[in-house]
């Protein structure tokens, strides 16, 4: 499909709040590896007005393969607008490319806070036992509740792929259950706990819906019993 008619079919897609409508726009947009194509799929990432159909939009660009990887590692080094290099970094953690890992590293005290979250996600992708410590500091020291939930999540990330740092990670969950007083940030730490122990405290998460249900205080008083009996 050419650059046109592509313009075209996202005005359909943009004023539509129907999942088949952006699907079928995201099916022709990846259609071509053209560099102009690639450009203008690039563009539309500043464009957030339909939310479901930007986030569509940007998971697209993933299976682009190397040209949209190669496109990406070259914007890196020349973008100014904050909100996508944000996209850039969340994009190559998605793709582990190795930038990915050092943009999140840099990122990761940025005075933005999505930086900050995406780079936790990246950390907690593609890090390795040094950025334990970096998701700790953000797990225990971050200012915004919405970050620090993301820190203890990418901590079950991490163990996903290095089981062996179990009582790192573990320890820092401790650290952080003990003094968070945000609701959201809680269960996240709760549920990432309940993942590396294999135990289950009352909460339940669904993915797809992003829905975390459970009574909270409950399952932190089992959680942290549980994490007591570790020892110190």
Not at 74 to 103: F, S, V, Y
């Amino acid at each position: 499909m050419d650059l046109a008619s592509l313009q075209k079919e996202y005005a359909i897609a943009k004023a539509s709040d129907r999942f088949p409508v952006h699907k079928r726009f995201t099916k022709e947009l990846i259609s071509s590896n053209d560099a102009d194509v690639i450009r203008y799929h690039y563009a539309l990432l500043s464009d957030r007005e339909n939310a479901r159909l930007y986030q569509l939009v940007r998971a697209a660009f993933i299976e682009r393969g190397e040209p949209g990887e190669a496109f990406l590692v070259r914007r890196a080094a020349e973008e100014t607008d904050q909100a996508l290099r944000a996209d850039i970094l969340h994009l190559l953690g998605r793709l582990r490319n190795p930038l990915g890992l050092k943009l999140a590293r840099d990122a990761i005290n940025s005075d933005d806070r999505e930086m900050r979250h995406r780079a936790c996600y990246v950390l907690g992708w593609m890090g390795d036992d040094e950025d334990i410590d970096l998701l700790r500091d953000r797990l225990l020291k971050d200012l915004d509740p919405y970050v620090r939930g993301t820190a203890a999540t990418a901590l079950r990330q991490v163990w996903f792929r290095l089981p062996a740092a179990k009582p790192r990670l573990l320890k820092a969950l401790r650290e952080a259950l003990e003094g968070e007083e945000n609701s959201e940030a809680l269960k996240l730490i709760i549920l990432s706990v309940q993942t590396i122990m294999e135990k289950r405290f009352g909460l339940r998460e669904n993915i797809e819906e992003r829905t975390i249900t459970g009574d909270v205080d409950a399952a932190k008083k089992k959680c942290s019993q549980a994490l007591a009996r570790l020892g110190p």
